[in-house]
């Protein structure tokens, strides 16, 4: 996702939270951890903190403001960050897009230079390119704490190049984009960093910018599924999570973006191409996911299409807009024990995953 330039973090001292009088709700049923939010500065603040004690969230993202101070403030917020959570008995993933070229939230001269996908592209040698973008890109977070990566993009390079992609593909062959692909995810993830294979089922093809408005994909069920080989191969290779998008492909489920398609996040990704990990929302408060519904109810509709974990990534508010549908709508009978129980199971494998290789470390 697109870091945007002034998020908004505001109290959320609500009298339906005080009135309810549960105040391990979210941690008795995990719904708290199926949500993924960001932080408003370089130190851990106290709605963060409360976030974590209270609500029991613990996946936060990293963005450029957290990292204006420098990697020793970086590590050190990394660091808060964990020991908030442990002592809740929880394991956080803490996540970044830091994907090289125009997407990444380490940036020099604070943070060391990197590789991007042109330079993989333009080398002589794409796939030892592919493979040092990975390494550089895995010991560059592994210094600060940050133990996932919202990485590679598995998109054709198509349409979406004109705007969103800019920079960000690996290329407009699919056989090509699946091969890079996988070499980045077996270096990123046998160097620790969870890899993250995005967006599903690939936005090559979408006119618009999903960060503005919803796009629409209307390409024929042959140029969709060939977007899917990339996917398939990463799910081959084991990768460990898969980020969808706030785009609608007609030809697959015409008035719904994968986002809130079950069809898409369940039937294809999961039976059909055989996921077992981590799948993620991308950002819930873009205008691609809200222009038409509610945030609160843009995460319901997530989670019953499949996704385990929800992004919101700016505003304080709107995660609590989003605990208190997903309450509503577990104690409604809307969103089923089964289906957060199977959620938070996916979630706390990989954060115990992460947290048993740092231990080791």
């Known amino acids: 996702m697109v870091e945007k330039n002034k998020p908004i973090f505001i109290s959320y001292k609500t009298n339906s939270l005080r009135a309810m009088g549960q105040t391990n709700f979210w941690k008795d049923t995990g719904i708290g951890n199926l949500i993924m939010t960001g932080l408003p500065g370089a130190f ?62 380490l940036m020099p001269p604070l943070f060391p230079d990197m590789g991007s996908a ?31 990566n919202l990485s590679p993009v598995l998109d054709l390079c198509l349409e979406a190049e004109g705007h969103v992609l800019r920079g960000r593909c ?34 090559g093809m979408a006119m618009v910018d999903p960060h503005l408005e919803r796009a629409m994909v209307r390409g024929s069920d042959k140029k969709i599924w060939e ?44 039976r059909d191409l055989g996921f077992k990990g981590l799948l993620l929302s991308d950002d819930l408060e873009m205008k691609g996911a809200t222009a038409h519904e509610a945030i609160g109810q843009a995460a ?10 929800l992004l919101v990534c700016n505003n304080q508010e709107n995660v609590i807009q989003c605990l208190e549908s997903l309450r509503q ?11 957060v129980e199977a959620s938070c199971q996916r979630i706390r494998l990989a954060q115990k995953t992460v947290h048993d290789r740092e231990t080791r470390r």
């Open 300 to 309: 319901v509709d997530a989670c019953l299409a499949g996704h385990d974990l």
């Open 227 to 270: 977007g899917l080989i990339p996917f398939r191969q990463a799910i081959k290779a084991g990768v460990a999570a898969v980020m969808t998008s706030h785009v609608v492909f007609t030809a697959i489920d015409p008035s719904r973006p994968a986002t809130f398609s079950r069809k898409i996040a369940t039937k294809i990704l999961r």
């Open 44 to 105: 851990l603040d106290p709605g963060t903190k409360d976030l974590i004690s209270r609500f029991g969230i613990s996946n936060f993202i990293i963005f450029s403001k957290n990292t204006k101070e420098g990697p020793d403030t970086l590590k050190r917020l990394c660091h808060d960050i964990e020991s908030a959570c442990v002592t809740q008995g929880l394991y956080p993933l803490i996540a970044v897009d830091q994907e090289g070229g125009p997407v990444r939230r």
């Open 170 to 203: 690996l290329g407009r062959e699919a056989e090509q984009v699946a091969e890079l692909g996988t070499v980045y995810i077996e270096e990123l993830q046998g160097n620790g960093i969870v890899a993250t294979a995005k967006h599903f089922p690939g936005i």
């Open 329 to 339: 709508a577990y104690e409604t009978g809307v969103l089923s024990k089964t289906t």
């Open 118 to 148: 042109t330079g993989v592209l333009s080398s002589s040698r794409p796939r030892d390119a592919m493979r040092e973008l990975a390494w550089t890109t895995a010991s560059m977070l592994k210094d600060v704490g940050i133990n996932m």
